[in-house]
């Protein structure tokens, strides 16, 4: 573990960092600093009480520093300076990984907790291949990418693994993204459900000025002869209409709030559905 708290340190590391960034056209890193700071002292220190202030306090100089210096960089954080965010590192990280676990159904959860202290924009979410590494889960391409727009969006596997099918699946995911994203990074954040308690985890983005929004869901269980699931929408302009893009359907806004829209019921576990809505001209 280096010694931030040492100037002289903090010194060698912004001269050997610049070194390799001033190499090529660097426009993202991650700053990954998973290990846990245990037993802390510095042979420099008058007071071994501050070595663990003093050592974030270097850690913000550092990136303050190579920030004024490369500001076209994104610095994403990662477990530096807190257990994986704190709004002091948020200042020079505007993006932090959310976890390393990536199965799309424990994501579901880490992302409800986590966005109850920090905007979509700053959480780190990829899809990661299946079976997952840490659990052995098996889950629908489709159902990881809608978890995985829940956050900056991204991918982590192997392209030589996937089939022809999946990659297209991929570019198909991608061109949907980069078409909601000022949505889901700008809009007005809607937690729908609660997925430690109910049968399905789903969530809302609505913009500024309720013309739009987008409304994400993944089923949790599956039974035999299930009812359908109505998710109850939130923050839309009342006594108004919006329109689902890809059915065309029509729909009350207060409808869409008080009886909600329905869910379909397919077979296979952990579905998942996206539909976006516009705001049309027509009114109650």
């Known amino acids: 573990m280096l010694d931030l708290s040492r100037k002289e340190v903090v010194d060698y590391l912004f001269e050997a960092m610049c070194g390799v960034l001033e190499q090529g056209n660097i426009e993202y890193v991650k700053w990954d600093m998973n290990r ?52 002091g590192m948020l200042y020079y990280t505007p ?38 590494h840490q659990n052995g889960r098996v889950t629908p391409l489709r159902t990881r990418a809608v978890t995985a727009m829940a956050g900056t969006f991204g991918y982590e596997l192997d392209p030589q693994k996937l089939s022809a099918e999946e990659k297209q699946e991929i570019k198909n995911q991608i061109k949907e993204y980069k ?14 459900t609660n997925p430690f308690s109910q049968g399905v985890c789903a969530w809302e983005m609505v913009s500024e000025d309720l013309s739009e929004f987008l409304v994400s869901a993944v089923m949790l269980e599956v039974h035999g002869n299930m009812t359908v699931q109505y998710i109850r929408l939130k923050g839309l302009e009342r006594n108004c209409l919006y ?42």
């Open 95 to 132: 993006q932090i990984w959310c976890s390393d676990n990536s199965d799309a159904r424990d994501r579901l959860d880490i992302q409800y907790g986590t966005s109850f202290g920090y905007p979509v924009s700053a959480v780190g979410s990829h899809v990661s291949a299946v079976p997952n």
């Open 179 to 192: 078409k909601y994203a000022p949505l889901i990074q700008n809009g007005l954040y809607y937690r729908l």
């Open 243 to 284: 329109q689902e893009e890809e059915s065309g359907k029509v729909y009350a806004s207060d409808a869409l709030m008080e009886t909600g829209i329905p869910l379909p019921v397919e077979m296979g576990q952990y579905q998942a559905y996206q539909m976006y809505f516009h705001k049309i001209n027509s009114s109650l």
């Open 36 to 87: 846990s700071l245990a037993d802390c002292f510095s042979l420099s220190a008058d007071d071994q009480g501050r070595v663990m202030y003093d050592y974030v306090i270097g850690l913000y100089e550092l990136l303050e520093r190579l920030l004024q210096r490369y500001p076209n960089i994104l610095f994403e954080g990662c477990s530096g300076g807190g257990g994986r965010f704190d709004a």
